[in-house]
């Protein structure tokens, strides 16, 4: 199986290096023209399915991608991305960002989900499509999901490497499971 994973194309609140956790938020025209982009990237491989979180900016990427495809797009949400809380809308400067994503700390926040609880989320829809026969998968998603993808297929990465990892938007990682 080959699952092709999307960060969604960008927003203004990541030209603006703001945190957006379960904000909302749709493309701005950059994003959209990336998202543009990818589809014609990808345009030539047979997605069996496609899987999206439902949070807009991720949705309008998803739909960019399939509108030559005519799939079902699998909206779930367990592929949004963490709920950032009390850290939503913040710099990552304004607050010790590694420390956020330190899985082996497993840091409580009063409003923000926990670290391990996000990559239990995030493990268990991996569990699930893993467990099936397609071919070729797309996951159309957010950084912070990324990053529990990549841990998932490669192991945990060490805590102070986890935060740092950081794929573009609208860029494609490719696993083999």
């Avoid at 900016?57 to 797009?73: F, Y």
């Avoid at 409580?108 to 499509?129: G, T």
């Avoid at 026969?133 to 529990?148: F, R, W």
């Amino acid at each position: 199986m080959n699952i092709y994973v999307v960060r969604h194309g960008q927003t203004e609140w990541n030209a603006l290096k703001k945190m957006q956790g379960s904000v909302d938020i749709e493309l701005n025209e950059k994003g959209l023209s990336q998202a543009k982009d990818t589809a014609n990237m990808l345009s030539d491989i047979n997605f069996d399915v496609i899987f999206c979180s439902p949070l807009k900016r991720a949705k309008q990427t998803a739909e960019i991608i399939n509108s030559n495809r005519n799939l079902n797009i699998n909206f779930d949400y367990r592929l949004r991305e963490r709920n950032y809380g009390e850290f939503e809308g913040t710099s990552k400067l304004s607050f010790n960002y590694n420390e956020f994503w330190a899985y082996q700390k497993n840091l409580n926040y009063e409003k923000a989900e926990n670290v391990q609880e996000f990559f239990e989320r995030v493990y268990n829809f991996l569990d699930e499509i893993t467990s099936k026969n397609y071919t070729n998968v797309l996951i159309v998603c957010h950084a912070g999901v990324e990053k529990a993808i990549e841990c998932y297929f490669n192991g945990l990465m060490p805590d102070e490497e986890i935060g740092p990892f950081l794929p573009d938007n609208a860029s494609v990682l490719k696993y083999r499971k």
